[in-house]
Antibody, heavy 114, light 111 residues
Framework: QVQLKESGPGLVQPSETLSLTCTVSGFSLTSYSVSWVRQPSGKGPEWMGRMWYDGDTAYNSALKSRLSISRDTSKNQVFLKMNSLQTDDTGTYYC????????WGQGVMVTVSS | DVVLTQTPPTLSATIGQSVSISCRSSQSLLHSNGNTYLHWLLQRPGQSPQLLIYLVSRLESGVPNRFSGSGSGTDFTLKISGVEAEDLGVYYCVQGTHAYTFGAGTKLELK
């Protein structure tokens, strides 16, 4: 069955770089896109960017200067790197599949604090 | 950027009551390919969002048919025909025509 699972550090220092991995199963990264979405506690989700099935990427214009999304199709993994983290980057980070966001991972909580 | 305005922000309902949530877009969500990428998600407490309705009115597999979506252009509606206890949570509309943006959410609670 289709599954997505996020992994990464729970705590990041301010000004440091966040690195997250989304490991997928049950579908191919060369057939479906994968997006990263984050959600501050008690607030609505925010789309961050996506890895297209053909390897192209798209980013939220507000985050583009700090964000990079890549993948390793042999490992069924999509990666997120975001630099210059601040406290308002704290929240739960999800990866989700496809143009209709039909499957979501469980999310990983990231706290930006010294 | 496209702004999605959801109303009401909170909805109190009794079991069996029918309710509607509105989602209005700051610009048309009709894509040049003819599709309208407006979807509805439900996020239950402590859970990840789940897809209910995609492309305005298409019911995601496994979602009960008491959920329905309608609309076009800039105005969209999610209707629940007979609320059940498992429907409680926060509903989000999300558009994928112009990158992606989410509405602020509508919290459905029991009256």
């Amino acid at each position: 069955q289709v599954q997505l699972k996020e992994s990464g550090p729970g705590l990041v220092q301010p000004s440091e770089t966040l690195s997250l991995t989304c490991t997928v199963s049950g579908f191919s990264l060369t057939s479906y896109s994968v997006s990263w979405v984050r959600q501050p506690s008690g607030k609505g989700p925010e789309w961050m960017g996506r890895m297209w099935y053909d390897g192209d990427t798209a980013y939220n214009s507000a985050l583009k200067s700090r964000l990079s999304i890549s993948r390793d199709t042999s490992k069924n993994q999509v990666f997120l790197k975001m630099n210059s983290l601040q406290t308002d980057d704290t929240g739960t980070y999800y990866c989700t599949r496809g143009w209709e966001l039909d499957y979501w991972g469980q999310g990983v909580m990231v706290t930006v604090s010294s | 950027d496209v702004v999605l305005t959801q109303t009401p922000p909170t909805l109190s309902a009794t079991i069996g009551q029918s309710v509607s949530i509105s989602c209005r877009s700051s610009q048309s969500l009709l894509h040049s390919n003819g599709n309208t990428y407006l979807h509805w998600l439900l996020q239950r407490p402590g859970q990840s969002p789940q897809l209910l309705i995609y492309l305005v009115s298409r019911l995601e597999s496994g979602v009960p048919n008491r959920f329905s979506g309608s609309g076009s252009g800039t105005d969209f509606t999610l209707k629940i025909s007979g609320v059940e206890a498992e429907d409680l949570g926060v509903y989000y509309c999300v558009q994928g025509t112009h990158a992606y943006t989410f509405g602020a959410g509508t919290k459905l609670e029991l009256k």
